[in-house]
């Protein structure tokens, strides 16, 4: 048996750090099954040479011939280009990745405060449905008008998400705790439609119901991010509607080392696509200095959101203990090259 | 000549900071037109009383008999109510209050990160037009959807107050920046639109466009609130549609001592409203320990918008001497109450 990756590095340093992520997980041996990578193409720079950014020999071979696969970072092009459409939104809707799990946890002895939550992000309606039309108006002169699509399917299904995490982080003394965050004070139908599935899912399992194991409460947008800042202690897992999870996570992560260090997975019931948080750092790219943890981090819990708890806790003790050890790239204010990591990594396992 | 002021307390603490307000700018005395207050009702608990959020007195009042207004706070309901709809978010559109303004800086000496950054948040149309529909299919159960709005018309008026604001904090040495905010790698026409006029006007005005004056960057949305948490000291002005001008100014106020401190107004061409930023605060409400001090911020930020820049600037002076004297309210980590802050700072004007 293989573990058939598919590789899409795209843009920037998504170059790099794919590459990265690589090595350790063929470093990782016998504890999974061989892996094999498919390199795939996508991203703004294919684009600008072939005029599609999602090539369909990509999406076709991830849904084919892929177990799972990893994703680098897409550029965007600085103005208005048409027929550009980001290749990663695409592909969470083509494979049903409905949710993205992006988990955000300072290390003792290294971040100044102990942060540790876990944001689901609903991966594929919201906003991002891309549905815009322009026109114009005598009184606005030129409009444009976006829809943000919220449905019952989806919201329970990441509500399911979020309460089948927040139950794996109870502990028998602790019950977890899952903030619901929307802004239904002013949109009513849409964000309290959110609202209302996530917490209606709560009745389907009697573990999340129970109220012992996990606590639910609600916060509007705006005052998370603010909470987010103030008390990070207070939260665990944090369940959003899509464009409101994109920008909690990287509120999340201004307060750990960097967003170089943050991994997510975008998953579905049949396929999980790793992704590291961050862009493309073009001010970076090709020098060889870009942090690969997010990467890392990104191809590990890929494998732990395919049942390999074991290698995917390796993965992330061994960067730990990088980390610890003072092995950083300079987002830590270290001055590691991206090679020194991962060899350093690589060590560990 | 007096200067009739409109005063909205709505909920919760929004009645204990009000009155607050009110005391400064009567302690001010001849150096702004005497003050005429008349109370105007609105808000949640109005509505479950009266069945209208916004009764058309408050609105015609506010239109017919006032220069100016300050509004309190707002309660939602905790769950979706028929016919409730957000007096403020009515009141901005109605007046036509097409920017909210919220500096946030810190406080030498006490906040431990120098910060000195203006919102500035349209306020008429995004999200926040509420065109909301609700509809049922077979694939996905419930829909909502709702509509989010850009025009060319409120982009380039928001786009000019920011220009504005930002040439008026430029240094003869030191050229002040404005940071457009979107998120055009998703939403290519309304924020691509967005961007596209703001951008746009500052060629409106030599002194805009001449480069010296205005550095003009722009950020997406997700990375802004990560960068103004790790370099907040790199944004000055920030020019942002409706909804992220939302969650970026409070994510700004986690930065400063508490969202107790940070005022705003909702302006436009010919009525200024003053409004803190922060809620109803429903958990300290009525105990006599809300923070006043940013509704007095937004009394002073009012006059400042009416042209009376001394008051203003007195009533500035005077609260950043009572917080550096320590008089300062439990979300500051002091003891003190409303009133002896409201003491304190009379004392010095
Ligand atoms: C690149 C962009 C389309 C993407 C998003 O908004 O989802 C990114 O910010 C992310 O969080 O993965
Ligand atoms: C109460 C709510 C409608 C309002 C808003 O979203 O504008 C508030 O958060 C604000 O910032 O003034």
């Known amino acids: 048996k293989k573990l058939r990756v598919g590789m899409i590095p795209a843009d920037g340093v998504g170059r790099e750090v794919l590459p990265a992520a690589q090595r350790i997980l063929e470093a990782l041996g016998p504890s999974i099954p061989k892996p ?22 990509t999406a076709d071979a991830l849904q084919n011939d892929c177990d799972c696969a990893l994703f680098g970072a897409v550029g965007s092009p600085t103005h208005r280009v048409t027929g550009y459409s980001s290749p990663i939104v ?23 405060r102990p942060v540790d939550m876990v944001i689901v992000r609903e991966n594929t309606e919201c906003l991002y449905i891309k549905q815009e039309t322009s026109s ?7 409009e444009a008008r976006a829809t943000r699509l919220i449905t019952e399917r989806a919201s329970k ?20 705790s899952l903030t619901i965050v929307h802004k239904s004070n002013v ?23 129970d109220g012992s194991k996990i606590a639910v409460g609600e916060q509007i947008v705006d005052s998370m991010v603010y909470r987010m800042f103030r008390e990070p202690e207070a939260f665990d897992v944090v369940v959003a509607p899509n464009l409101y999870g994109d920008i909690l996570s990287d509120a999340a992560a201004a307060l750990v080392g960097s967003l170089g260090l943050v991994p997510s997975v975008n998953a579905g019931d049949t396929f999980v696509m790793g992704e590291p948080v961050h862009g493309t750092a073009p001010d970076i790219a090709g020098l060889g200095i870009v942090n690969p943890i997010a990467a890392i981090r990104s191809a590990g ?28 790239t300079r987002d830590l204010g270290g001055n590691a090259s991206t090679e020194e990591v991962v060899a350093a990594i690589e060590k560990r396992l």
Chains 1, 2 share one sequence.
Not at 90 to 112: C, F, M, T
Not at 301 to 327: C, F, N, R, T, W
Request: with cysteine; proline share 5%.
């Open 36 to 57: 094999e990578f498919t390199h795939l193409d996508a991203g703004w720079e294919y684009f600008t040479r072939h005029g599609v950014a999602l090539p369909e020999e």
């Open 90 to 112: 695409a592909l969470r809707k083509k494979l049903s990745l409905y949710a993205n799990v992006r988990p955000v946890h300072s290390i003792e002895g290294l971040d100044p």
């Open 136 to 142: 114009h108006s005598e009184e606005n002169g030129r």
């Open 157 to 176: 299904q990441i509500g399911r998400m979020a309460f089948r995490i927040a139950l794996s982080r109870a502990k028998p003394d602790h019950p977890a």
């Open 187 to 209: 949109l009513q139908l849409t964000d309290g439609l959110f609202r209302e599935c996530v917490r209606s899912v709560m009745k389907e399992n009697e573990e999340w119901s």
């Open 301 to 328: 819990l890929m494998l732990h959101h395919l049942g390999y708890i074991e290698p995917a806790q390796k993965v992330e003790d061994a960067v730990v203990s990088v980390l610890k050890e003072g092995v950083r």
